[in-house]
């Protein structure tokens, strides 16, 4: 499955810190728990990646603005 299709798949997702002083992804779907746990550094180049994806998602359905009329 590529990252651009389209899936029936349904899941939870939890983050928060461990007790160790990670930073734990912790995703539920379909009798399936898988944890995954990060450094605080990679948790922060993860939540960037994520602000990227956002706002390339959002300018890609933008409306686009109309041309202004000159003045007369």
Do not use: N, W
């Amino acid at each position: 499955m590529s990252i651009d299709k389209q899936s029936d798949i349904a899941a939870d997702l939890q983050i928060g810190p461990t007790s160790l002083g990670m930073v734990r992804i912790y995703v539920v779907a379909d009798g399936v728990e898988l944890p995954l746990d990060f450094d605080p550094d990679e948790a922060e180049e993860i939540a960037e990646e994520l602000r990227a994806a956002a706002e390339a998602a959002r300018a890609q359905h933008a409306p686009k603005a109309k041309p202004k009329k000159p003045a007369k």
